[in-house]
């Protein structure tokens, strides 16, 4: 019988961002695949959401955690390890924030606020990550969300642009350390999402839209439903000589 390298039942992940958006198909697909996911959102639903997913038939817990904070996120980390029975295999850092000023005029504070969500919070996460795989002896997954704009600035994101510019640089540093344990750092760079983060663009009255639009040559926005495949792939056996990668999932917007 051939092998199934996608099967992920039994793995224990932890999705962050889980309660909504892409972070959201991410924890979907590993539970489709036959995962454990609890997921860490400072979104009050979170709790909610994971319910609804065990009654489903999934297995997933919750934790609500604020990521901008360093005492909490370690502390939610281990509770959310703690939550899987005291063992990890997958970590996907999915979780995100986003302001918008001009440049000239983004306020310090933004930018503080996006970097420490987006790029402080993977960097201290992903090492606990990578301490509990190299304690466990068991190797592990760790799959980053970089975006479009690690290969392009895009127009009043300069915190944005320059988090995911440092999550796409940050998963090459952890995969140089860390392929020979056998833990595999990877990201996708989602492209243009239909998401709640997206709003502003996806209003058919917004200029922007068409353009973007057009420029797919997939002729439409991703959904959540698209990172599921690419997020299994890199938390399952197959992906397991991929080392450091920036995968876009983009309909084929950076090719064009």
């Given at each position: 019988?051939?092998?199934?390298?996608?099967?992920?039942?039994?793995?224990?992940a932890?999705?962050?961002?889980?309660?909504?958006?892409?972070?959201?198909?991410?924890?979907?697909?590993?539970?489709?695949?036959?995962?454990?996911?609890?997921?860490?959102?400072?979104?009050?639903?979170?709790?909610?959401?994971?319910?609804?997913?065990?009654?489903?038939?999934?297995?997933?817990?919750?934790?609500?955690?604020?990521?901008?904070?360093k005492?909490?996120?370690?502390?939610?980390?281990?509770?959310?390890?703690?939550?899987?029975?005291?063992?990890?295999?997958?970590?996907?850092?999915?979780?995100?924030?986003?302001?918008?000023?001009?440049?000239?005029?983004?306020?310090?504070?933004?930018?503080?606020?996006?970097?420490?969500?987006?790029?402080?919070?993977?960097?201290?996460?992903?090492?606990?990550?990578?301490?509990?795989?190299?304690?466990?002896?068991?190797?592990?997954?760790?799959?980053?969300?970089?975006?479009?704009?690690?290969?392009?600035?895009?127009?009043?994101?300069?915190?944005?642009?320059?988090?995911?510019?440092g999550?796409?640089?940050?998963?090459?540093?952890?995969?140089?350390?860390?392929?020979?344990?056998?833990?595999?750092?990877?990201?996708?760079a989602?492209?243009?999402?239909?998401?709640?983060?997206?709003?502003?663009?996806?209003?058919?009255?917004?200029?922007?839209?068409?353009?973007?639009?057009?420029?797919?040559?997939?002729?439409?926005?991703?959904?959540?439903?698209d990172?599921?495949?690419?997020?299994?792939?890199?938390?399952?056996?197959?992906?397991?000589?991929?080392?450091?990668?920036?995968?876009?999932?983009?309909?084929?917007y950076?090719?064009?």
């Open positions: 019988m051939a092998k199934n390298f996608t099967d992920l039942t039994g793995k224990k932890i999705v962050t961002g889980g309660a909504q958006g892409l972070s959201y198909g991410a924890a979907e697909g590993l539970m489709e695949a036959g995962a454990e996911v609890c997921i860490m959102d400072i979104n009050p639903k979170v709790a909610d959401v994971a319910k609804a997913f065990c009654e489903r038939g999934f297995k997933c817990s919750a934790v609500t955690a604020n990521l901008g904070d005492k909490e996120r370690r502390e939610k980390f281990l509770e959310a390890v703690e939550k899987l029975g005291g063992h990890l295999d997958i970590l996907v850092n999915g979780a995100g924030v986003q302001r918008r000023h001009k440049c000239e005029e983004f306020p310090e504070e933004d930018w503080e606020f996006v970097l420490n969500v987006n790029l402080n919070a993977v960097f201290a996460l992903s090492q606990m990550a990578g301490q509990t795989f190299i304690r466990q002896g068991s190797g592990g997954k760790i799959i980053n969300f970089a975006s479009m704009l690690a290969f392009f600035g895009g127009y009043t994101v300069p915190a944005y642009a320059a988090s995911k510019g999550i796409a640089q940050l998963t090459k540093a952890l995969c140089n350390e860390w392929a020979e344990k056998n833990i595999n750092v990877n990201a996708i989602p492209g243009y999402m239909d998401t709640e983060m997206n709003t502003a663009l996806t209003d058919p009255h917004n200029p922007r839209f068409k353009e973007i639009t057009d420029r797919i040559p997939h002729k439409r926005w991703g959904t959540p439903e990172v599921k495949g690419p997020i299994i792939f890199l938390a399952s056996s197959a992906s397991d000589y991929l080392d450091g990668a920036i995968i876009p999932v983009d309909g084929g950076l090719v064009k």
